[in-house]
C-alpha cells in the first residue's frame, strides 16, 4: 500500500478519491495474497523471501516511477524489460542524470527505506503460526476486498469502462493501481485473442471545410478506395482472431476518391518524423523556413500527435497508421510482420527508390530491425551503419548534418521516397548537456522564456536550419514542385518538465502559452505538408480535427496508391469520412466537440447540440478502432489478406 500511495502521490493527474479508495481494496488483496502464499514457506527462510520480494517490488515500482517522469507515459512491465538495454547503453549520461539527480535520490530513498527497516528488525517481529483458520481468515480478506472494489466500480460508470470494455492500461495505473493494472493486462491479453466488434451504422459526414476556391472541372466520377478482398474466402484459412478482424473490415464502407486523389503521383515524399517537435516553435521570425511550410502548403489548424509510447509509439503511428496498443512493443513487434500497407510498401509497388533515416545509434528501439522491414528499398541507415560518414559525434547529433549528407544519395532519382527520424530536439535542454542549445543559444537567449525552454527552442532551431537547406537543394535542383515534404512530430516535449503529473508542467505550459489541463490539450501539434507547387495555389486550410493515424491513408490518396480505406483506423483528410482524433486513453475529439474519459463527459462545440446517442455512437467507433489497432498487433494480419504479395 505503501509503493502505490508513493507512486500515487509522484503521478497522480487528478483527484485521489475515490481512486484511493480502489487502490486500499485491491492491495488488501493482492497483499493477502502474497502474504497467504508466503506462509507456506519455512520460517527460516521466510524473512529472505520477504525482503527478496519487497526488493523486486519496490525496483518495479520506482522503474514505472523514474520513467513516467522522463517520458510522461505509464510503461507496462514487458515494455520496460524490453527498452531497458536501450535505455542503459544508448541515454546513460541522461539516466544517470535522472536517478541521481536530487528529486531522484529522494525517490530511491523513499521507495526502498521500508526494506531498510524490514531488514533490521524482522527478526524481532513474531512470527506468526499459520494455522488453517488463519490461512482461511486471509482468503477471505482477499476475496471480500475483491468483490467490494469490483462491485463499487460496476456501479460508477467513469470507472467501470477503463476497468472493462475501455480499458487501457495507464489509466489502469492512475485508476486502480500498479498491482491491478498489472493483473488486468494480463487478462486482457488472454481476452484479445478473441476480439468482439460491436455494430453501428458508420454514417459520412460532409467533407471537411477547405477554405479554397475551385475552379469548374469537368464532371469526375469518383470510386471506392478498396481492393479486391474476398473476405469469405480469407475466412475459410484463418484463425478465430483474423476472422473477427475479417468481420469487421468487411462491414465498413469505403470512402470514395476525390479531388485530391492522385494530386501528388509519381512525385517525390519526403516523410519526417521530428523528435519532440511542436506547433509553439512556428515563428515568422524565429524559424521562417517552419512558418513558410506550414502556412503555404495545407493548413492543418487542429492536429494531435497521441504520446501513447514515446519516440517508438509516435513513429508507429506515423509508419503505421495505427495506436501502439502494445506500448512500446508495438514496433518492434513489426520486425516479424509482412508490412505491406506502409507508404514505403505502397510505394515501392509505384517502383520508387526509398530510404529511411536516422543521425542516432541505429539499433536503438531495434530500428535496425524494423526500418529495414518498412518497405524502402534501400533499407535503413543510422549513426553506426553509414550514418557516421555524414554527421559529427555529438549529443544530440545534428539534423542539419543529416539532411546535407543524405540529400545526394537519392536527389536524383527518378522518384524517391525517403523517411527521416531526427534527434536534434531531444531532451535534455541545458547548454552543459546538449551540444546544439550551446550552439544555437544566441539566437533564444532574448527570449521572454525560462532557460529551459529557451533550450528546447534552441535545439529545434537545428530542424529549422537543417529545412532551410533542404528546400533550397530541392529548389536549385529544380525538383521543389514535384516533392511534397511531410512533418509530424513522435511526440510533445516531454522533457521540459522534472515534475511528474500533467498538472505541474509547468515549462510545457509556458511554451504552450496556457495551463495543460488534458491530454488531447497536451498533445496538440501542427502537421506539415508543403511543396513548392501548392504556394501556387489558393491557400488550403483543414479545419477539423486530424490526427498522426490520419497521415498514412492520406498520403495513400494524395499519391494515387492501391489502398483500401477500410483497413486503415485513420481516414484520407479530403474524403467525406467523419473526422475522429482519439487516444489510448479513450478521449476523442470530432467537429462536434470533445469527450474526456477522465470526467466521462462531452463537451460541444460553441453552437453545437448532440444528443446522448451521438456520444454513445462515436465511444462505439472509437472501440471498434482500438479493438482492430490490438488485433492487427497480436497478427500478421496484413499478410492474411495478401500473402502473394
Known sequence: LYLEILLK???????????????????????????LLTSFIPEKFRIKTNILLMILFSTLFIAIDFIYAQFKVFYDPTTILAGTADLFTHF?????????????????????????FYALFSKRIQ???????????????????????????QSQPLYARPYTTEYNYATAVEDFGLFTAMRLDLEHVQKNKNITFETIEETPTPAPVIEETIEEKEEIVYVENKLDIDFKKKKENANELERQLDDYVASLTPTLTNDFTGKFEDKNLILITAEAFSAELIDPTLTPTLYRLANKGIQFTDYYQPASAGTTGGEYEILFGSLPMNGGMALKNTQYFHNQMTIA???????????????????FYDRNITHNNLGYSEGFMGYGNGMEEYVEDHWPQSD????????PLYSDEEKFNVYYMTVSGHNGYSIGENYLVE??????????YSDIVKGYIAANLDLEDALTWLVDALEEKGIADDTLIVLSADHFPYGLDDGDSLQESTYLSELYGYAVNNYLERDHNRLIMWS??????????????????????????????????????????????????????YDWKTNQGTYLSSTGLFYPNEGIEVDEAYVERMRTIVRNKMNYAQGIEDTDYFYHLFPNE
Open 345 to 363: 510498401s505502397l510505394l515501392s509497388k509505384k517502383g520508387y527508390t526509398g530510404y529511411a533515416f536516422h543521425n542516432n545509434d541505429y539499433t
Open 127 to 153: 512470527q506468526i503460526d499459520f494455522l488453517p483458520k488463519r490461512r482461511l481468515f486471509l482468503s477471505l480478506i482477499a476475496i471480500t476486498s475483491y468483490l467490494s472494489a469490483y462491485l463499487f466500480i
Open 439 to 448: 550552439k544555437h543559444w544566441d539566437r533564444v537567449s532574448e527570449l521572454p
Open 92 to 116: 546513460f549520461h541522461a539516466t544517470y542524470t535522472l536517478v541521481f539527480s536530487h528529486n531522484g535520490i529522494r525517490k530511491l530513498l523513499l521507495y526502498f527505506s521500508p526494506i531498510v
Open 400 to 407: 542539419l548534418e543529416m539532411f546535407q549528407g543524405t540529400f
Open 9 to 35: 502521490f509522484h503521478t497522480a493527474s487528478k483527484a485521489w478519491l475515490p481512486e484511493l479508495f480502489f487502490i486500499f481494496l485491491f492491495t488488501l488483496l493482492h497483499a493477502s495474497l502474497l502474504y
Open 532 to 585: 513548392a507547387s501548392l504556394e501556387k495555389e489558393e491557400p488550403m486550410i483543414i479545419n477539423t480535427p486530424t490526427f498522426s493515424l490520419d497521415i498514412l491513408p492520406t498520403l495513400a490518396n494524395l499519391f494515387g496508391c492501391e489502398w483500401d480505406s477500410r483497413l486503415f483506423i485513420g481516414r484520407d483528410i479530403f474524403s467525406t469520412a467523419e473526422p475522429l482524433v482519439f487516444n489510448t486513453g
